[in-house]
């Protein structure tokens, strides 16, 4: 398991409102800061970061949702917060049965996504 893991951002004020948006529809919240790192707490651990960067590669990263309305939550909030649609809340039948998610771009690119997994739809 990961302990933590931390995102490249350029723009580090921006990307810091943008993720306090976007993720708290997921339970998390910022709860820590040094110079432009910012971490954030889904509850249990300080497990996100980000971190401003003068070089930015796009990636991706998934964060578990605990419903399907985490999710639709988590991609509205995104988009409002300034997020590009890149697939919108449904099941990605093709990943696996029950496999509920939105993918968003956020500022830099990165492909931000929500996933709830739905074991009600895995036969």
Do not use: C
Not at 77 to 104: E, H, I, M
């Amino acid at each position: 398991m990961i302990a933590h893991t931390t995102l490249p951002v350029s723009d580090y004020k921006r990307s810091k409102q943008f993720y306090v948006s976007a993720l708290e529809p997921l339970g998390y919240t910022n709860n820590m800061e040094y110079g432009e790192a910012a971490g954030f707490n889904d509850g249990k651990n300080t497990d996100f970061w980000i971190s401003g960067q003068k070089k930015v590669v796009p990636t991706h990263i998934a964060f578990e949702a605990k419903s399907k309305d985490e999710v639709e939550h988590f991609f509205k909030a995104a988009l409002a917060a300034g997020a590009k649609d890149n697939g919108a809340p449904g099941y990605r039948r093709d990943y696996w049965p029950g496999y509920y998610a939105a993918f968003v771009r956020d500022v830099d690119g990165h492909n931000i996504e929500a996933v709830w997994y739905d074991y009600s739809q895995a036969k």
